[in-house]
């Protein structure tokens, strides 16, 4: 059956021992992909559900060697760095975590270091060594404190405005119930005014 979702985007790297390089990237929950592997290949899905139109394609040197101009040397990536493949991910423990993969597998994490590197940006990026020397990255976005500090002065704001709220609901309430007490008891005098002009009549019959 044909690999479903086939990916769109290859990556191919010269290896000096196919199954130990095939058994490095196991380790790293890179995907196996039959369809695209024999004796001289090994075809990988690039993990993380992000990264899943990604295939690394690793070929024995002879192998490589025919896809190369005629003439052309196959680098050792163990004493010239050509390029860098990095892969997205997403946190920082997954970042981490890659990296202690690839030092049990028996590749090389941190073979460099920049101090504060992607820091100003937001980004979190370690770096790693395959068997081969193929340098790669692990990167992933970090939350920026910017953000996290307008969330909690929006969430500040919006206390403040319901606090506010609650006073002024209160404060008419209390204006209300004062308007109700001063009509009741403006209510009561003028019904016991007309009360005592009756009363001063009827004396004045009497007498």
């Not at 995907?31 to 290949?41: I, K, Y």
């Not at 192998?63 to 680098?75: A, K, L, P, Q």
């Not at 163990?78 to 990095?86: E, S």
């Not at 119930?177 to 005014?193: A, I, M, V």
Request: hydrophobic share 25%; charged share 30%.
């Amino acid at each position: 059956m044909p690999t479903a979702n086939p990916p769109s985007f290859f990556i191919s790297l010269p290896v000096a021992s196919l199954n130990s390089a095939t058994e490095f990237y196991k380790s790293l929950s890179f995907t196996p992909l039959p369809d695209f592997s024999d004796a001289n290949t090994s075809a990988f899905r690039f993990p993380y559900k992000s990264n899943s139109n990604i295939c690394l394609m690793l070929h024995s040197t002879s192998r490589f060697g025919e896809f190369v101009r005629h003439g052309s040397e196959i680098i050792n990536a163990k004493k010239v760095t050509g390029a860098i493949y990095t892969l997205g991910v997403a946190s920082r423990d997954d970042v981490d975590g890659l990296l202690e993969k690839a030092e049990r597998g028996g590749g090389k994490k941190d073979p460099f270091t920049m101090d504060g590197y992607g820091k100003s940006v937001g980004i979190y990026t370690r770096s790693f060594e395959d068997l081969d020397g193929h340098i790669w990255e692990a990167t992933t976005m970090l939350e920026k404190k910017s953000e996290k500090s307008n969330e909690k002065s929006s969430e500040k704001s919006s206390v403040k405005s319901s606090d506010k709220s609650s006073v002024k609901s209160s404060d008419k309430s209390s204006v209300k119930s004062s308007d109700k007490s001063s009509e009741k008891s403006s209510e009561k005098k003028t019904e016991k005014k007309p009360e005592k002009k009756s009363e001063k009549k009827k004396e004045k019959g009497e007498a």
